[in-house]
Each structure stands twice: as C-alpha cells, then as structure tokens.
Nanobody, 121 residues
C-alpha cells in the first residue's frame, strides 16, 4: 500500500508565500508523474501543476508565474512553492502520484488527504 502525506499548509496574508510538501511512502516500485490539485469550497477539484520524473512541468494558467513545482525522486517527494498568494488561492490542496507497486503491477493514481491553504485579504 502507498500513502501520500502532505504538509506545509496554513494561513497566510495576501502576497505571502507557502511551500507545500508531499511525501510518498509504502510499497513503491516506481513513481511516474506527481502533481498538485486544489479544491475550493463549492468548486470542483482543479489542476495546479504536475511534474514528470524527468522534471518536465505543467502549470495551470491561474497560477503560472507564481508557483514552482519540483520533486526529489530519491525522497519520493513533490514540492509546491507558492508566491504572491491571492485570496482566490484559498482551497484544500491535494497531491497525487502515479505509482507502481511492482514491475508487473498496473499504474495507480494515489491521492493525499489534502492540506488547507487559506489566504487572507
């Protein structure tokens, strides 16, 4: 079984910064893409950013230029550095990962439990 554990959320003033971390643990054979998504109250979950094993990133237009996604493959960890935060960035942030637990296993998408980010105006 594989688990993703997020950390780093909290309350920050508009214009501030936060760094989220998400560590994968358990029976991991390989991890493909890792990413961050967010869900605000009353809205559907949306992509924030993804990063491949090779470090290729894809950022949502709403956060482009304000966030940096990165990963440490040796630690099975993905990070999200968020700067110039706005009240509309307030949401629960979820990380996910495409994981194989063995050579023959199918790739599965695993989600973390989420971490709250609140940006005050």
């Amino acid at each position: 079984q594989v688990q993703l554990v997020e950390s780093g959320g909290g309350l920050v003033q508009a214009g501030g910064s936060l760094r989220l971390s998400c560590a994968a643990s358990g029976s991991i054979f390989s991890i493909n893409a890792m990413g961050w998504y967010r869900q605000a109250v009353g809205k559907t979950r949306e992509l924030v950013a993804t990063v491949t094993t090779a470090g290729r990133t894809n950022d949502a237009d709403s956060v482009k230029g304000r966030i940096t996604i990165s990963r440490d493959n040796a630690k099975n960890t993905v990070y999200l550095q968020m700067n110039s935060l706005k009240p509309e960035d307030t949401a629960v942030y979820y990380c996910n990962a495409e994981v194989k637990t063995s050579w023959s296993a199918r790739m599965s998408t695993i989600w973390g439990q989420g971490t709250q980010v609140t940006v005050s105006s």
